[in-house]
């Protein structure tokens, strides 16, 4: 979810699988009622699974309603955007701000649109486990954090507190939050979703002191209501300057993000993408089921789907 640091990455090409029983009452593009036949999509797959979640729910809907051969592309957040002017990526699922990503391949460079909010928000910040935000009433403002940072400290934090974040290629300021808030911590990358949920169940369950990047939506919220910590508040434009930000990161509205190659397409799944949209609950609903009740993402769709047929049909139109 994610900003500032750009990895190298391979592109790893996976079919979407079928998934199950029809969402619609046929995979036919002109009997679902469109002239134009669905066509290869190629969605972007980034690396939480929030956004799996709603990537699973929307090929599931294409596939089956208008027969989409839906081709997900598993690309690092940032370098999805490359995709928009090389033919690689038509739609990116859930984008998290990157005003300077929505300038050059929006603004400037006309090879990307704007398709509008998934109505999820986003939110980023630091957390502790429940069992430290009661034992340590006064961790959770910022302000004292380096009155504990011995609690954090590990073999990778160089004698400063731990400070864990997920993925290198999230977005993240908290580099900048330590230096500029002058904390006696060091940014440790666990490298993935997964690690980081990991961190936190084992930190509540063994009473160790973990202090870490999160964000919401995220299912984990409904098993362990981890506490946030107040960083000062955000403000426009606080965050301007990658190096100087010492403020808590802003609300984020979700949004979808395509490329104008397929915005002008006329493929039935224009108005599928455009019209998608949903709750933070759902997503974390179906991301449950995917990460915590083990189905596949295409059960999990399609358990989601059978439950909320008034929701997608309103993005059929």
Known sequence: MRIHRVLGVTLALTLAGCGGAKVGDTGDATASGSAQPCGTINLAMNAWVGYTANAAVLTQVLKDKYGCNVVQKNIDEQVSWQGFGTGEVDVIMENWGHEDLAKKYITDQKVAVDFGPTKNTG?????VPPWMATQYPDITKWENLNKYADLFKTSESGGKGQLLDGDPSF????AALVTNLKLNYKVVYAGSETALIQAFR???AQR???LG???EPQWLFSELKLVRVELPPYTAGCDA???KVACAYPP???NKVVSKKFADSGSPAVNVVKNFSWTNED???????IAQNNMSPEAAAKKWLDANQDKWKAWVG
Not at 123 to 127: A, E, F, V
Not at 171 to 174: I, L, P, Q
Not at 283 to 289: A, K, L, T, Y
């Open 241 to 243: 300057d990658p190096a």
């Open 208 to 210: 160790k002191p973990v």
């Open 123 to 127: 939110y980023i910040g630091w957390y």
């Open 283 to 289: 997503q974390n609903s179906v991301g449950r089921d």
């Open 202 to 204: 084992q930190g509540e």
């Open 171 to 174: 977005v993240t300021n908290d």
């Open 252 to 254: 984020y509205t979700l």
């Open 213 to 215: 990047y999160f964000y």
